[in-house]
């Protein structure tokens, strides 16, 4: 086991922690949280030996195993598959002495050695390699690859799978999903659930901790507190401790009823309902974390655009690409106010091309891109943070953006997002990722757009800053499109799932839950296996399933019409609701001599909250008869 006794870890003469005191038993899984710079990595080079403590005593087992990931690989010339292969030392180790000994002639030697690579896995271990680079993204040919031509993000995929590769008794994971696709995230959090040796794992992902850790190590006020379950279970626990802190608590309640406000502001309005509802699920969720994250440094919203055109943009089938090559085609989509746009699919199928394409960034090969003329794009990607001018502070990136601005406004919307004091006026050289991309994202926030492109936004970003976006795009009025390995986002961030897959892009059918079912699905060629293998599926059979799934589509229709109808009917009625609200508003209504019109509109007020009541009544009834029927049509599907 890991033992903790008194632990006290220093870095220069500040404290990171102090009377740390705790036990990991074998095969415990544990995420380890906490903000920026509390001792989270030291406390893994301390595990590692790289640092030793100033106060108490750590131990572990001398015979363990420990497998650690690298953040940083340098250039190499060699093939990824040999370079995952050397993560199994004693594989290679073995591999070493076995060439010396056949060199040397040693046959018993070389017999001992054949008989200990069997016992290890030895001859599989290509296969093994093979399988982790697959999961993780690389596509075939891509083994035989220099590390050194890859990128930086898939060279930390490399890292990750040479670390996977270790037959280790521990395993130290350092942000694994940093430069990862939600397919990839998938596949590292199945892995990993099979992990049969103990895991501690730095995170800012808390679905992935949900589904992975059985302990929360969290560091805070120079404490480590062991919380037993996984991250949600702490959070509960770490509210109820903060609730007792009634100031606090209160203050929490206030950003709710915030988030709650848009909800009761829109429920009730047809165009805004899903939106509106979507808004609710997440509320809902929300609430039960909220109080978790009330000390959190940061704190923000989307400021009010200008102006709201609707729609913002409509892609009428349009191909995109780059050069020649054409990576999407026939592209329909229309964003309008209000419209909250995931993206999935299988790495490399064009999400980051599509945002990109509506972004305004790619010229459309075919069809036609056309924004409203008040649009106004908020576009964050990766490429935006590595844009920041290095020698200027992040006051000085608002200053660029507004010069008219008194610095003190441009300081204090800073502090928001955590640039508090001398931060505000340093240079960003020196930034870390997730710094950088505060940055960015306040840079965004600052210009007001009403459509917000966001492809993987929470790179770098702790568990806190996290949490204040999805607290801020519940209140954005605007559009989105998000790409996010960020399940948590993507769920209370979005309400509508689109499938990018075969240069094609179309609505998701099924929720986030099914998604790796999907891509399970994919992997094993299911529909194509089960055409070949099954009578049911003979060309015959699939004309006629189609002619069949074409009816239940069109038996739809009337219940659209419905649906639609019931929303038009909603719309005109609270228009002339706001229209009777403004003619009461009035003073002179109620002199004696305007009596008469009073009570005409008094009466015409109570019929209208009739109609109102029952067209909501009538759109909820077709609403669900339509989910209903969609439910009976994807399953006869």
């Known amino acids: 086991?890991?033992?903790?006794?008194?632990?006290?870890?220093?870095?220069?003469?500040?404290?990171?922690?102090?009377?740390?005191?705790f036990q990991i038993h074998p095969g415990q899984k544990v995420g380890v949280t906490g903000a920026n710079g509390t001792g989270k990595s030291s406390l893994f080079a301390l595990i590692c030996g790289y640092l030793q403590a100033d106060e108490g005593e750590f131990?572990?087992?001398?015979?363990?195993?420990?497998?650690?990931?690298?953040?940083?690989?340098?250039?190499?010339?060699?093939?990824?598959?040999?370079?995952?292969?050397d993560g199994d030392a004693e594989l290679r180790r073995i591999e070493r002495d076995l060439a010396l000994a056949e060199a040397a002639g040693e046959g018993e030697k070389v017999g001992a050695l054949h008989g200990r690579l069997d016992a290890i896995g030895g001859y599989a271990a290509a296969s093994r390699a093979g399988q982790l680079l697959h999961g993780l993204g690389f596509a075939v040919g891509d083994e035989n690859r220099a590390v050194e031509e890859f990128s930086g993000g898939w060279r930390m995929r490399l890292n990750l799978a040479q670390t996977l590769m270790c037959r280790s008794d521990l395993l130290l994971l350092d942000e694994p999903t940093n430069h990862l696709d939600l397919d990839a995230v998938i596949w590292v959090e199945?892995?990993?659930?099979?992990y049969p040796g103990t895991l501690l794992m730095i995170s800012h992902d808390r679905e992935f901790l949900d589904s992975v850790v059985d302990r929360i190590a969290h560091i805070e006020h120079q404490k480590i507190g062991l919380y037993t379950g996984n991250y949600s279970a702490f959070e509960r626990q770490r509210a109820a401790q903060l609730a007792n802190q009634q100031a606090e608590y209160n203050k929490q309640q206030r950003e709710v009823a915030h988030i709650r406000s848009y909800v009761d502001r829109f429920r009730a309005k047809a165009s805004k309902a899903r939106q509106a509802q979507s808004r609710l699920k997440a509320l809902?969720?929300?609430?039960?974390?909220?109080?978790?994250?009330?000390?959190?440094?940061?704190?923000?919203?989307?400021?009010?655009?200008?102006?709201?055109?609707?729609?913002?943009?409509?892609?009428d089938r349009c191909s995109t690409g780059y050069g020649e090559v054409t990576v999407l085609s026939g592209v329909n989509l229309v964003l309008g106010q209000g419209d909250r746009v995931g993206l999935l699919g299988p790495n490399g199928a064009g999400k980051s091309t599509l945002i990109k394409f509506i972004a305004g960034?790619?010229?459309?090969?075919?069809?036609?891109?056309?924004?409203?003329?008040?649009?106004?794009?908020?576009?964050f990607a990766q490429h935006q943070v590595e844009q920041l001018v290095p020698t200027q502070s992040p006051l000085e990136h608002l200053q660029a953006l507004d010069a008219k601005a008194r610095e003190q406004e441009l300081?204090?919307?800073?502090?928001?997002?955590?640039?508090?004091?001398d931060q505000a006026l340093m240079p960003t050289s020196p930034f870390s990722g997730g710094e950088k991309s505060r940055l960015v994202l306040a840079m965004l926030v600052y210009q007001k757009p009403n459509l917000l492109l966001l492809d993987e936004p929470t790179n770098h970003l702790d568990l806190e800053m996290r949490q204040a976006l999805a607290n801020a795009l519940q209140d954005f009025e605007g559009a989105m499109v998000l790409v996010s390995h960020d399940r948590h986002l993507l769920r209370v961030g979005c309400d509508q799932l689109l499938l990018v897959h075969g240069g094609k892009v179309k609505e998701?059918?099924?929720?986030?839950?099914?998604?790796?079912?999907?891509?399970?699905?994919?992997e094993k060629g299911a529909d194509s296996a089960a055409e070949k293998s099954d009578g049911e599926h003979t060309a015959a059979a699939r004309k006629e399933r189609k002619r069949l799934e074409a009816e239940l589509r069109r038996s739809l229709d009337p219940l659209r019409k419905t649906v639609q109808q019931a929303e038009k009917t909603m719309d005109e009625l609270h228009t002339r609701q706001q229209s009777l609200q403004h003619e009461l508003a009035d003073p002179h209504i109620y002199e004696p001599g305007s009596k008469d019109r009073l009570l005409r509109l008094l009466g015409e007020k109570a019929a209208l909250e009739k109609a109102c009541s029952e067209a909501e009544e009538q759109w909820m009834e077709a609403s669900e008869k339509l989910d209903l029927a969609r439910a009976g049509l994807e399953n006869a599907g």
């Open 284 to 315: 809902e969720r929300m609430e039960l974390i909220a109080p978790a994250h009330v000390d959190s440094p940061f704190h923000f919203s989307f400021r009010k655009a200008p102006k709201a055109p609707d729609p913002l943009l409509q892609l």
């Open 1 to 21: 086991m890991l033992h903790f006794d008194n632990i006290c870890l220093r870095r220069g003469p500040r404290v990171l922690f102090e009377g740390a005191s």
């Open 361 to 379: 960034e790619l010229a459309a090969q075919a069809g036609e891109r056309r924004p409203a003329k008040d649009t106004l794009v908020g576009y």
């Open 190 to 194: 199945n892995w990993l659930r099979e």
């Open 411 to 421: 300081r204090s919307f800073l502090g928001g997002f955590g640039f508090i004091g």
């Open 508 to 522: 998701f059918d099924g929720s986030l839950d099914d998604y790796p079912q999907w891509l399970i699905d994919r």
């Open 59 to 85: 131990s572990l087992p001398s015979d363990w195993v420990i497998s650690h990931l690298a953040q940083e690989i340098p250039a190499d010339s060699r093939p990824a598959l040999e370079f995952v292969l």
